[in-house]
């Protein structure tokens, strides 16, 4: 099948469809109105390859001083909606001036695209990439129509990767340590780590590991910080003694995860971070966060 997008309807239909639209694997995105939709997934340095197909209504002709379609990467920030910030442009002149009388396809190709980061949609931020196809016409409003696709990039296997080994005490009350196995995960991983109990004064009555999701928006007073719990995994209930040992097995597969961001082009951070509570009998929290680092792992073929 091919992928077609809303038409336009006075006074022409416009279709954007894939070379390989129906081999290509899919990714489901959520839009604005709620709904979700199937649209094509790319990898970066891949080929963008497929045709145009502008038909005007019956009866009518398209007087046109150019067609193109562009291919663009867009930030936009929900503070700030309506304003894309463009990272990548890429643009193909399809049809010099002229009209269209009848059904016309233009076939394009954008080879060895980069997109250097994966599409997101997020609390106040979105990354999209997409097909724009301009009509442009004299004294009256372009005929524009777009279409999404998904872009999701894959990583090796760090060659560094370094335990988390963490002390959090409160003085004469409470001294225990915790160890995680690595500090960079990918999304299908499994976190194993130990909890020591070294000094227990006070009367814990449970302790939880929870997963946080932290995504910081803008720059200075325009800088917008959402925390989400994605998870929350009860590690113990009742009240540990000296000396004692807790394990930690979580796997991340069953959650919503998404690589970590680091600085999206000025715009965006996407971080993650492990976080240990403690719970006393009078129902005092206590925390301790590390924050860990999520990658999509390269898939082998």
């Not at 960079?184 to 109990?197: A, C, E, M, Q, S």
Request: glycine fraction near 6%; charge should be neutral.
């Amino acid at each position: 099948m091919n992928y077609i997008i809303g038409a336009f309807k006075p006074p022409c239909n416009i279709t954007i469809s894939f070379a390989d639209g129906k081999t290509r694997k899919k990714a489901s995105i959520k839009k604005e109105n709620g709904q979700t939709a199937m649209v094509p997934l790319f990898q970066s340095l891949e080929n963008i390859v497929g045709e145009v197909s502008i038909e005007p209504v019956q009866g009518k002709k398209i007087e046109h001083t150019g067609v193109k379609i562009e291919l663009l990467g867009q930030i936009e920030l929900y503070f700030d909606r309506g304003n894309f910030y463009d990272f990548t442009s890429l643009v193909r002149e399809l049809d010099v001036p002229g009209d269209i009388y009848e059904r016309k396809t233009f076939p394009f190709e954008f080879s060895s695209v980069e997109m250097p980061y994966e599409s997101y949609n997020g609390i106040n931020v979105r990354l999209r990439y997409i097909l724009k196809v301009t009509i442009s016409r004299n004294y009256v409003s372009n005929i524009v129509e777009s279409q999404d696709f998904w872009v999701r990039n894959y990583t090796p296997a760090p060659t560094i990767n370094n335990s988390i080994k963490m002390e959090v005490g409160i003085e004469d009350c409470l001294h225990i340590e915790f160890e995680y196995n690595k500090s960079k995960y990918h999304l299908k991983d499994v976190i194993i780590g130990k909890i020591y109990f070294l000094l227990v004064r006070i009367k814990i009555k449970n302790m939880e590991l929870e997963i946080r999701r932290r995504e910081s928006t803008g720059s200075g007073p325009n800088t917008y910080v959402e925390t989400e719990t994605l998870a929350k995994f009860e590690l113990m209930d009742g009240a540990p003694v000296r000396g004692e040992s807790i394990p930690i097995r979580l796997f991340l597969s069953p959650y919503e995860l998404t690589p970590t961001y680091r600085n999206i082009n000025n715009k965006f951070s996407v971080k993650y971070f492990l976080n240990l509570v403690l719970v006393d009998e009078e129902d005092r929290r206590y925390f301790k966060q590390q924050e860990i680092t999520i990658y999509r792992l390269q898939e082998t073929s």
